[in-house]
């Protein structure tokens, strides 16, 4: 069954904003660490984001620091991503994660996790 989903993914131009939703269910819901990663076709997958479940600490590729924030609800059992000043760089094909159990992995591998989305799709115009 689809334990990640995620939502709000669309087109947007340049400069403008977006907010991505996770909503988690089953065993990824109380899962440590959960995360965003994108792939553009072609090209390796990025860790984008990510974030600690009980103490929020984030962590941020250094190409979207002061342009992206993690964060969650965890009544609602959701992540979010708030994107924002969007470049056409950031076009790409956005996933969640969650997982991180295994002790001194890293959050921005895409194998230290356990449970994924199916992907909602970012588009930046010029």
């Known amino acids: 069954r689809v334990q990640l989903l995620e939502f709000g993914g669309g087109s947007v131009q340049a400069g403008g904003s977006l907010r991505l939703s996770c909503a988690a269910s089953g065993y990824a819901a109380s899962s440590p660490y959960m995360a965003w990663f994108r792939q553009i076709p072609g090209k390796e997958r990025e860790g984008v984001a990510a974030i600690s479940i009980r103490d929020e600490t984030s962590y941020y590729a250094d190409s979207v620091k002061g342009r992206f924030t993690i964060s969650q609800d965890n009544a609602k059992n959701t992540l979010y991503l708030q994107m924002n000043n969007l470049r056409p760089e950031d076009t790409a094909m956005y996933y969640c994660?969650?997982?991180?159990?295994?002790?001194?992995?890293?959050?921005?591998?895409?194998?230290?996790?356990?449970?994924y989305g199916q992907g909602t799709q970012v588009t930046v115009s010029p």
């Open positions: 994660a969650a997982g991180g159990v295994m002790f001194g992995g890293r959050w921005y591998d895409w194998d230290w996790y356990n449970y």
